[in-house]
């Protein structure tokens, strides 16, 4: 379920949101993957820390509340959709931070994952006609989905195993990474034009980042 549910309901947002405002959205993941550690015990109530989680909420905040924030105030309701993915991959890090068997390794975890998640949409694209066949020869689409599905399998397998390495806050660190390639490659492939408040958003977000970041770095198991 970590794969299928937030999976499917990004690429639904993302059909209908910029690319950099949900960009935005993922950078929720680490301070929620704080905020829900600090509750479970896994990791210690730090103010500075405290302080990123609040601004992380008054980056959503600049997202929604200004009527000219986004092009189309309709796409809030897809935003909000992005963020709820977001949230389940945030519970995805706190899962994999307490069950993860010792002896099992990332990518035996991984692979796993996948098999799971295509088993339980299988179903679920037939019954709605929306299985796609990928014929030979390859087209662009064809390719791009390949590209997708491996690209996909070896980033997981990375940060599933960061995440048993390293904890689930210093490994969900990614979406600085994801956040500022998302707006920077919105602009250079979509021409994506942004207001004032969404890039209000990325800052706060960013700072946000910044102070939600574990202040000790631990070494990576062998």
Excluded at 36 to 52: D, N, P, Q, W
Excluded at 73 to 81: G, R
Excluded at 182 to 197: A, C, E, K, Y
Aim: hydrophobic share 60%; charged share 10%; with cysteine.
């Amino acid at each position: 379920m970590s794969l299928v549910i937030p999976n499917t309901a990004f690429f639904y947002a993302a059909s209908r949101v910029s690319a950099g405002v949900l960009a935005i959205t993922i950078a929720i993941v680490p301070i929620l993957t704080y905020a829900i550690s600090a509750v479970c015990g896994l990791e210690r109530f730090v103010l500075v820390r405290v302080t990123g989680v609040i601004c992380g909420a008054i980056s959503i905040v600049l997202l929604f509340a200004p009527t000219e924030s986004l092009p189309d105030p309709s796409q809030s309701l897809w935003v909000l959709l992005a963020l709820g993915s977001a949230a389940c991959y945030a519970a995805m890090n706190i899962v994999l931070a307490i069950r993860m068997p010792e002896d099992e390794s990332a990518l035996g975890v991984t692979s796993g994952m996948f098999v799971a998640a295509a088993l339980m949409m299988l179903p679920i694209v037939f019954a709605t006609d929306s299985f796609v066949p990928l014929a030979w020869p390859f087209g662009a689409a064809e390719w791009a989905t390949l590209g997708l599905g491996v690209n996909g399998a070896i980033c997981y397998w990375l940060y599933i195993y960061l995440v048993n390495h390293a904890g689930p806050v210093f490994g969900s660190q990614v979406a600085n990474v994801v956040t500022l390639s998302g707006v920077i490659w919105g602009i250079v492939i979509f021409g994506d034009r942004h207001s004032l408040w969404i890039w209000l958003s990325l800052v706060t977000m960013l700072t946000a980042l910044a102070l939600v970041a574990p202040r000790e770095k631990k070494a990576l198991a062998p």
